[in-house]
Nanobody
């Protein structure tokens, strides 16, 4: 079955950096577009980044553009999110996502807390 396992979250000060990872299994990772989302308490889940199958195209909302970088290693079935210049408002539970045959799959998420 499809499995997405995120890791790398933690507590970081404003201006700091974190690198999230998502290990995928149960589907053809190298043939799938992948995404990162986040959800803060009391807020709707928000799209954070997307990447094409071979990693040659990436997309971000304005809120993270220039600070976050999505990447992938298809040989390791792993998706990454490098987050720099973190802000208080980046605190959230971060999820890895894939859409397969019209069905959204999610991991359990990894918590990122930005606090001084």
């Amino acid at each position: 079955q499809v499995q997405l396992v995120e890791s790398g979250g933690g507590l970081v000060q404003p201006g700091g950096s974190l690198r999230l990872s998502c290990v995928a299994s149960g589907f053809s990772f190298s043939r799938s577009q992948m995404y990162w989302y986040r959800q803060a308490p009391g807020k709707r889940r928000e799209w954070v980044a997307g990447i094409s199958e071979i990693g040659d195209t990436t997309n971000y909302p304005d809120s993270v553009k220039g600070r976050f970088t999505i990447s992938r290693n298809n040989a390791k079935n792993t998706l990454y999110l490098q987050m720099n210049s973190l802000k208080l408002e980046d605190s959230a539970l971060y999820y890895c996502n894939v859409l397969l045959a019209g069905v959204d799959y999610w991991g359990r998420g990894t918590q990122v807390t930005v606090s001084s």
